[in-house]
């Protein structure tokens, strides 16, 4: 979400989706406060601070790590102010294994990618804080059935060998999908309910991150290609929940040029009209569709004017009303 004040965010987030709250992150604060800071900040025996390069494993907890724990506590309070006594799905997110191993650098300079065993430990420090981190948020809103989210934009980039070398000359080379599939199970494994894996870059591994265990898949829905219809097919018939991002993630252009998507925040029905089309075109049974889609935003607000994210979140909850309504 857009802007540094946790409690607005707080209550924008839980006034606007009732039915589904989330944790909210505000990157504009500053570092710690962004989601790969955020994430280093609950690892277990893993400490980062921040370099002019990016963020790097270091020796001992320090300022940045304290800021991280600051943030991420002030951002706790205040979702427990505004959640006392609900009782319902509640979403947190952290960044995961893969997107943070290509993130965070080694202490000499190098992505943590680079090597296998720091890769593993990574994922293991990620896992043991996510256990303390979930039970945590169960502690402060005992009523509520928390959804995991695992941002992992990098995903695909790993998985391809695109991620690029401290020099920028070369690339990392690409991890093997068993060892990738394999780790996001392990971290998936700190949490006893529903994980969903979030990604808004194209070619998002639906088949592996089904096989891995999520239970729901978060994208940008515009960067769909054909080649996607199947496994996306395959994954709704087992029960994967799809996180379909059609609205605009920041404050589109206006006038006769903008795209169709991007036209103001006016027309619900015409949002979801393309997960329609999807649902038909893969014979899908429409009546399923309230219980298998969950409309969102593309990919994150924090880019958006503070009016606008609390339009966009607004309309998501029309959309989705419109969806149901209206499957056909």
Known sequence: MPGGDAREAAKTVTGSFEDFPFLAELPGRGPG???????????????????PSGWRIGDRPGRDTRRAHSWLGEDLDALEEFTQGYEGALKVQAVGPWTLAAALELRGGEAALSDPGACRDLAASLAEGLRLHLADVRKRVPGARVVLQLDEPSLTSVLLGQIRTASGYRTHRAVDRQVVESTLRDVMGAHDGPVVVHSCAPGVPFALLRRAGAAGVSFDFSLLTERDE???GEAVEAGTKLFAGVVPATDPATGPGAAPAARGLSDPGGSVMGVRTLWRRLGLNPGTLAESVVVTPACGLAGASPAYARK????????ARSLADNPE
């Open 312 to 319: 966009a979140l607004a309309h998501c909850v029309r959309a």
């Open 33 to 51: 406060a962004d989601m790969i800071g955020r994430t280093a900040g609950m690892l277990v025996e893993l400490y980062a601070r921040v370099e």
């Open 230 to 232: 199947e496994t996306i």
